[in-house]
């Protein structure tokens, strides 16, 4: 079955600008979540969206911010970029809301963005 | 307070050795889940197994041995034979299921397997 798509892979933006990125999870799954990939910080978590309603957080300012889509479709939204937003956007897909019980997320490729 | 630490920022090892990737977790719950992810060149983290908090039975997968100890808050991961396939990212994770839905992962180590 197809995987964890993310859109777009890569891209580069200024200071200031806003970012929209996309992911599609596994069919049939309907939790998705979202993760900031820095060599810095590591894996942090952002945020995460079961049946389009935002179930945790992150500790994350309030220009991330993200969305689900009845398709579970995810979109996650950053304002106002700053330099240090640079890094790799990694969604993940599972079945159930409860990760600890479906024990497994499914990964995209992530979403590579540069803020320059 | 959930933590999961990885000392091993990057290993590198001649092919067809022995690696141990170690994890150390701080959790407040007596219910929790720990898990180890392989994050390739690609980029996307690839699930490698799944511990919950009350099975400390070793577990065993073709190379790949884990070690989970509660009496050290430890869930190590072995690679036996390696090869230069398994040169990538491991990511350790902890869960607490029942207090919060998220997984929090460790910085990860490097592995460099040389041929």
């Known amino acids: 079955k197809a995987g964890v798509t993310q859109t777009p892979r890569y891209l580069i933006k200024t200071r200031g600008q806003q970012v929209t990125l996309s992911c599609s999870p596994i069919s049939g799954h309907r939790s998705v979540s979202w993760y900031q990939q820095t060599p810095g910080q590591g894996l942090q978590f952002l945020f995460e969206?079961?049946?389009?309603?935002?179930?945790n957080k992150g500790n994350f300012p309030g220009r991330f911010s993200g969305r689900q889509f009845s398709n579970s479709r995810s979109e996650m939204n950053v304002s106002t970029l700053e330099l240090g937003d640079s890094a790799l956007y990694l969604c993940?897909?599972?079945?159930?809301?409860?990760?600890?019980?479906?024990?497994?997320?499914?990964f995209g490729e992530g979403s590579r963005l540069t803020v320059l | 307070a959930q933590k999961v630490t990885q000392a091993q920022t990057e290993i590198s090892v001649v092919e067809k050795e022995d690696v141990t990737l170690d994890c150390v977790y701080e959790t407040r719950d007596t219910t929790y889940y720990l898990f180890w992810y392989k994050q390739p060149p690609s980029g996307e983290l690839v699930f490698l197994i799944r511990?919950?908090?009350?099975?400390?039975q070793n577990e065993i997968s073709g190379r790949y041995s884990w070690n989970f100890q509660k009496s050290t808050s430890s869930f190590n991961f072995t690679i036996t034979a390696s090869q230069v396939v398994d040169s990538a990212v491991y990511f350790c994770?902890?869960?607490?299921?029942?207090?919060?839905?998220?997984?929090?992962f460790g910085k990860g180590t490097r592995l460099h397997i040389l041929p």
């Open positions: 969206y079961f049946s389009e309603t935002q179930r």
């Open positions: 994770a902890l869960s607490e299921a029942y207090r919060d839905d998220k997984i929090i």
């Open positions: 993940a897909s599972s079945l159930g809301a409860l990760v600890g019980n479906t024990g497994e997320l499914f």
């Open positions: 511990r919950n908090s009350f099975d400390e």
